[in-house]
């Protein structure tokens, strides 16, 4: 009988010395995408501009930055995949949206200045591990 083992999840001694291997950037991207994956939200790499997605990972900056005369906070969301910019309009502060936390957000994916961006999405704050 053979097994079939799913090719991402890294066992036995290959996986240990892969890991061994491996940079704590690098060890600390696979645990966002498996815990992105368990949420059931969809890695950013694959997020296409101008279609609704669900995406989840760790807000990696918040800034308030000011479009067309109006306040904006932006934060930038990391899966372990790649980046997406979260932009709340009209929004200086929102409670719990901060540097470090864990944050699943649902909405329409655009491109601006070759980056993926998310305007107003809903969002719901995920435990920490």
Request: hydrophobic share 35%; with cysteine; net charge positive.
């Amino acid at each position: 009988m053979t097994s079939t083992a799913e090719p991402h999840k890294r066992g036995g001694l290959r996986g240990f010395f892969s890991r061994l291997a491996s940079t704590q950037a690098e060890l600390e991207a696979e645990e966002l995408r498996e815990d992105a994956d368990q949420a059931g939200a969809t890695p950013i790499v694959s997020c296409g501009g101008r279609r609704r997605f669900c995406v989840a990972g760790t807000l990696r900056t918040v800034t308030l930055r000011p479009r067309g005369g109006a306040p904006a906070l932006e934060a930038e969301l990391y899966d372990g995949s790649d980046v997406i910019d979260l932009v709340w309009l009209g929004r200086r502060k929102i409670a719990g949206i901060e540097p470090g936390r864990i944050v699943k957000a649902e909405g329409l994916v655009s491109m601006q200045d070759g980056r993926k961006v998310m305007f107003n999405p809903r969002y719901e704050l995920r435990p920490s591990a």
